[in-house]
């Protein structure tokens, strides 16, 4: 079975900081699919950034970047300049990348709050 | 494009009680899915279609949770009935199909509190 697992809980950082969560899973898959979601106050889940297994380049997105380390299962997020619009609930998401109908459900970790203090 | 809808906003209801949540998920999309996230986890599937077939119902807890997609676009979700760990967001979300299947667009959610 996959697990996603989050450490930090809650975090804070200034308006105009670097901050970086943290993500690790457990997977015996070797194709799969990685995503980091936002979800503020509103509830609606936005996906910030996604990253491919089989890509050894790591995915960018303008002030967000990840950093994948296969062999390690780690998969953290960095969010530069950080904006007072950041501040929301962070979740590091899994998937297996099946095909033929299989179910491509999301498997979430616990989640990460952030706070951008101005 | 409009997004996925999802009605209503909020929900309170005593334990033993029934309620229904609908969906209507982005037009053309023909996967959809419907989360449960309870306060403090994230988001767990509880069923996905592909048009008005269901591809996974693993998590379902089929005694009292049903749903259904009718003429593969709207979906309905129903508890009946609630107990009161039934409590937590019910998020939809709705992808263009299986091979777009990391795009999954979600709706703002319905908050289920019951008493």
């Known amino acids: 079975a996959q697990t996603v697992t989050q450490s930090q809980p809650e975090m804070s950082v200034q308006e105009a900081e670097t901050v970086t969560l943290s993500c690790t899973y457990d997977?015996?898959?070797?194709?799969?699919?990685l995503f980091w979601y936002k979800q503020p106050p509103s509830r609606q889940m936005i996906l910030v950034i996604r990253?491919?297994?089989?890509?050894?380049q790591n995915a960018t997105e303008n002030r967000f970047s990840v950093n994948f380390q296969k062999a390690a299962k780690s998969f953290s997020l960095k969010i530069s300049d950080s904006q007072l619009g950041d501040t929301a609930m962070y979740f590091c998401?899994?998937?297996?990348?099946?095909?033929?109908?299989?179910?491509?459900?999301?498997?979430f970790g616990t989640g990460t709050l952030l706070a951008v203090q101005p | 494009e409009a997004g996925v809808a999802q009605s209503p906003r909020y929900k309170i209801i005593e334990k033993r009680q029934s309620v229904a949540f609908w969906c209507n998920p982005i037009?053309?999309?023909?996967?959809l899915y419907w989360y449960q996230q309870i306060l403090g986890q994230g988001p767990k599937l509880l069923i996905q279609?592909?048009?008005?077939?269901?591809?996974?119902d693993s998590q379902l807890p089929k005694d009292r949770f049903s749903a259904e997609r009718l003429k593969g676009v709207d979906s309905t979700l129903k508890i009946q009935p609630a107990k009161l760990e039934d409590s937590a967001v019910y998020l939809c979300?709705?992808?263009?199909?299986?091979?777009?299947?990391?795009?999954?667009?979600f709706g703002p959610g319905t908050r289920l509190t019951v008493t």
């Open positions: 998401a899994f998937m297996i990348a099946l095909y033929g109908g299989a179910t491509n459900k999301l498997i």
């Open positions: 037009s053309g999309h023909a996967t």
């Open positions: 979300a709705s992808s263009l199909d299986l091979r777009s299947r990391y795009e999954q667009y």
């Open positions: 279609f592909q048009n008005n077939g269901v591809v996974d």
């Open positions: 997977t015996s898959e070797n194709n799969y699919y």
């Open positions: 990253q491919e297994a089989y890509k050894q």
